[in-house]
């Protein structure tokens, strides 16, 4: 279960404070999947990086009682002139799992091949992507915090990403910002919905598509 | 789908442990990219301080016949300087510490403090190997005579590590925000190698420059070092006490500011 308890966030941006959540209150009960919803820049991300605890709320608390993954979808963490393998391990290293099973997952997942034993800094960017999905992959997590996955791999990758959720969905949960709804309905059964500064919870995803698709009709509150 | 019951979760550990982890696995991530990288890696931090003492000890052996300590200029500067690079060497490292390791805040299980930590650890580790294997082997090179004091040396080692913990642990913040603070403190501290007790003892120097030298806890952590290497060497005016008041005062500032600031170097 994750619970934010009367959680206020906001940034400075041009000398104004904007806010992101105004003192919201929001409970994702375990064994559902959630998508972020809600207009470009109303802060999913942020909400993403503050459930896994990479970003820390003005005023409030966040109660996790899960192990809860990285915000994945980009291999921001990885250090550009170490091997593939040698931040597979850090990784595995932090979160107590095996280095040789973390390097034999992620040749497998990856498919990365010599350039597992290569820099990160010669990679191409799908090719960051597909480790940092295999990395991640290789731990297990009750919830996994995803960051618009879709925008990364190729067709083929994308399908062995759903599969590999699809294998984990049994034990773990996932909380998704993505732009597309197709994306949404394909991974969550629950959605949350941002609007200024508001976090309204739907057990169902379609209301909360509908909800969003609603809020995007109106203007943008100022 | 399941509710989480008691028995799912076999994740819980022990805070200590997951700390623990998580710096062995920095400390691996360090080696692998400041060590691993060059040719050479881990041999020039032998080299690197071997060479200073090197050119110190041709140079002094040109102007005067004996070191104010002993018979051999190489013992006697490698005692002095040792104990000063252990401290330059460890708080540089961890000076730099936050700066380098931002991105890897996307890892919510590593803390600044962990990055500060585990370099600390390293480096304390590596230039103290630095300095054993360096003075051992002018010991043994040079046949002076010396009277190991594990003491005074532990003190003085450990000693030279706090200020470099203390000195990096607020600078690594500083820095972090203020890149004008990072050049001047470099240009600050480039009259440290001379004013720190490595070429000239402390109570050969006149009275007047004694009194403002006893301020700088360098020269007491240089002095208790020799203290523990050479046996006719008492240092009377050395005060442990001084110099952990001296390394505390901004490792708890330092530590402080990681606290106030971490939300805000979060979302940076």
Known sequence: ?222 | MTLSDPASKPHVESKLAMQARVLFALIMREMATRYGRSAGGYVWAILDPAATIALLSFVFSQIARTPPLGHSFPLYFATGYMAFHIYRDVSDQVSNSVQVNLALLSFPRVTLLDTVLARFILQVMTATLAATLIIGGLIVWSGDTVALDFGAILLAVGLAALLALGVGALNCVLFAYSQTWKRAFAVLNRPLFIISGILMLYETVPAGAQAVLWWNPLVHVTALMRAGFYPTYEPTFVSPVYVMLFALAPLALGVLLLRVLKARMLDQ
């Open chain 1, 1 to 222: 279960m994750i619970r934010l308890d009367h959680v206020t966030k906001s940034f400075m941006a041009d000398g104004v404070r904007k806010y992101v959540m105004r003192d919201a209150s929001l409970t994702l009960p375990r064994g559902r999947s959630v998508g972020l919803l809600g207009r470009n820049g109303s802060g999913k991300s942020t909400l993403l990086r503050m459930i896994a605890g990479a970003s820390e709320p003005d005023e409030g608390v966040i109660i996790r009682e899960s192990r809860i993954s990285w915000p994945l979808g980009f291999g921001g963490g990885f250090h550009a002139a170490l091997t593939g393998a040698q931040n597979a391990c850090f990784v595995a290293r932090i979160y107590g799992v095996d280095t040789d099973d973390m390097l034999e997952r992620v040749r497998e997942f990856a498919e990365l091949g010599p350039f597992l034993r290569m820099r990160v800094s010669t990679y191409s960017s799908g090719m960051r992507a597909r480790l940092a999905f295999a990395v991640s992959m290789a731990v297990d997590f009750d919830v996994y915090l995803v960051d618009e996955i879709t925008a990364v791999g190729d067709s083929a990758f994308k399908a062995k990403c759903a599969a590999a959720f699809k294998a984990k969905a049994e034990k773990a949960d996932i909380i998704m910002v993505s732009h597309a709804p197709s994306v949404i309905r394909q991974y969550c059964d629950a959605g949350v919905v941002l609007e200024n500064g508001r976090l309204d919870y739907y057990d169902n995803v379609e209301k909360a598509l509908a909800a969003h698709e609603a809020n995007m009709k109106r203007p943008v509150k100022a």
